[in-house]
């Protein structure tokens, strides 16, 4: 019974940063009925970024929370500054082209971010620097609920609700519902579909690197192909719980998290990123529109 505790709180902490970085995937699909597989790389370069940051302000020297409150400050304003460069200069010119050549330049900006990250920042992996003290808060019997656990699970809920609110409870959320709906209604009742995508990026962006400084701070080795299997599995988690649904992305991220914990328990971690697959494959097969989202058929 401690083991499946110990293994419930490890998977709700991945699933968590699974969730942010998913978001990211659902809000740019809701809008722009497209898959940025680029996400994934800019999360690395947040990565990198805090990294960077980190050694220049000597903060591996300083752990604390005034610590990574600056490198998530730094990693987002990083991966917003990279996203809405994506977005404006590979994305926009393509904006009314075949669906088929927004995919093909998505993958290319993707390889281009992966291996220009081995030219900039090397092709070895670097250790991210300690953000904060490990400790154990709370003990009981063998289940141990660490600092970091608590703090990745803090950070990522406080990010969901502020998205939550941003999307549900303020004007840009309103028009980024609108933009999400039918761009065209949104543009002639005065909403400018090109600024709200535009911001729909920052934000995506911007989560995805509060989910880099926080991986980085949990798994401290860093690499510029850092991001290829992370964001496939918050790619099968966003789809999993209905891509373009803002909570389904959060659903099915934690049911990945969990999902991918109970089988390193039980089973054997040589399973555990062909989990994330057998899921992509079960649920395009069984149910398409994934768990919160919602069928419809497409014209062509």
Do not use: W
Not at 249 to 272: D, K, N, P, Q, W
């Amino acid at each position: 019974m401690h083991d499946f505790v110990q293994h419930l709180i490890n998977g709700i902490s991945l699933g968590s940063i699974y969730a942010l970085i998913a978001l990211g995937y659902t809000m740019v699909y809701g809008i722009l009925k497209m898959i940025n597989f680029a996400h994934s790389d800019v999360y690395m370069v947040g990565a990198f970024g805090a990294f960077y940051i980190a050694r220049a302000l000597g903060i591996q020297a300083e752990p604390g929370v005034g610590s990574l409150a600056i490198l998530l400050i730094s990693s987002m304003v990083i991966c917003s500054l990279l996203g809405l460069v994506i977005e404006r200069f590979a994305y926009r010119p393509l904006r009314n082209a075949p669906k088929l050549n927004i995919l093909i330049t998505a993958i290319g900006v993707s390889l281009l971010l992966e291996y220009g990250g081995q030219v900039v920042f090397g092709a070895d992996p670097k250790v991210f620097p300690e953000v904060m003290k490990d400790f154990v808060i709370i003990s009981f019997g063998n289940v141990e609920l660490k600092s970091f656990d608590l703090t990745v699970l803090a950070v990522s809920v406080l990010a969901m609700i502020g998205l939550q609110f941003l999307i549900y409870k303020t004007k840009l959320g309103k028009a980024m519902r609108a933009v999400s709906a039918n761009a065209s209604v949104a543009s002639l009742l005065g909403v400018n579909p090109d600024k709200i995508i535009a911001f729909t990026f920052i934000v995506g962006s911007a989560l995805a690197g509060v989910g880099s400084v926080l991986v980085g701070m949990k798994y401290p080795k860093i690499d510029p192909l850092m991001g290829m299997m992370i964001g496939m599995k918050a790619f099968v988690a966003a789809v999993l719980g209905g891509i373009g649904n803002v909570r389904g992305a959060v659903l099915g991220a934690l049911i990945m998290g969990l999902s991918e914990e109970m089988v390193v328990g039980y089973l054997s971690s040589t399973y555990r990123d062909a989990l994330a697959f057998g899921i992509l494959i079960a649920i395009l097969i069984f149910k398409p529109a994934g768990l919160l989202g919602k069928y419809s058929v497409e014209k062509v």
